[in-house]
């Protein structure tokens, strides 16, 4: 059977989702960072396909967390670039055997296993290279490729047409998709309110639907409330 494996890449929770700093403090936003990590974590390690998981951080914290939960951590630099993430992520899961590897951002709050499973079983039976978009039709959520990699990775602004372009370059007729959980990242106020609205169970809706974590929670851009150690 063909291994499959996940990859990972993960900032530190305490500089992760900036963009949410007029809604939430520092410690807050670590905290919605570590329950989407949870969330996809859980997804990958209840998909039956999946053999193993690599997550590429410099994150103590989050280091920790997926030790904890069985995958193998790769250290990434503080100033590592994201592709650079996923190719190291990538390598070490080739090392351990991986046939395939599925690439997930770990920002998906309402990933679950099921949709991880579909990414593998179109990639299994069409022999091609999965790319899920997310909601914008611009980024790339998920991405299934067989080893070694016949693409470079081109994570980060527009990757989707750029992953497409090189998918087709390379001579594969490209598999897209459009599963909406998957293509649901949050990286705005906006995207937290889709969540709440999906009235799905994971562990990031129910943190945000807290009293502590409601949406109604004031700006706190310059809080000195809540910073992380």
Not at 49 to 70: M, N
Request: proline share 6%.
């Amino acid at each position: 059977m063909n291994s499959a494996w996940a990859v990972i890449p993960v900032k530190p929770f305490c500089s992760a989702k900036t963009r949410l700093s007029h809604h939430y403090p520092e410690k807050m936003r670590a905290e919605i960072a570590r329950a989407m990590f949870e969330d996809v974590l859980d997804a990958v390690f209840h998909a039956t396909e999946i053999s193993g998981c690599v997550v590429v951080t410099c994150g103590k914290e989050a280091a920790s967390l997926a030790v904890t939960r069985g995958a193998v951590v790769k250290k990434d630099s503080e100033d590592g670039d994201l592709n650079d993430a996923v190719a190291l992520g990538t390598a070490e899961a080739f090392v351990q055997g991986a046939q395939t590897v599925v690439v997930l951002p770990g920002d998906l709050p309402l990933l679950k296993a099921g949709d991880v499973s579909a990414i593998l079983d179109t990639q299994r039976r069409t022999n091609a290279i999965v790319i899920c978009p997310d909601l914008r039709e611009e980024g790339t959520n998920a991405l299934a490729v067989p080893l070694p990699s016949a693409i470079p990775f081109a994570f980060g602004p527009g990757s989707f047409q750029l992953h497409v372009t090189a998918i087709r370059a390379a001579g594969f007729a490209p598999q897209t998709p459009r599963l909406p959980r998957v293509g649901l990242d949050v990286d705005t106020f906006e995207d937290l309110t889709k969540v709440i609205a999906s009235g799905q169970s994971c562990r990031t809706r129910t943190m945000l639907t807290t009293a502590e974590f409601s949406l109604m929670a004031p700006n706190s851009a310059n809080s000195t409330i809540g910073k992380c150690a």
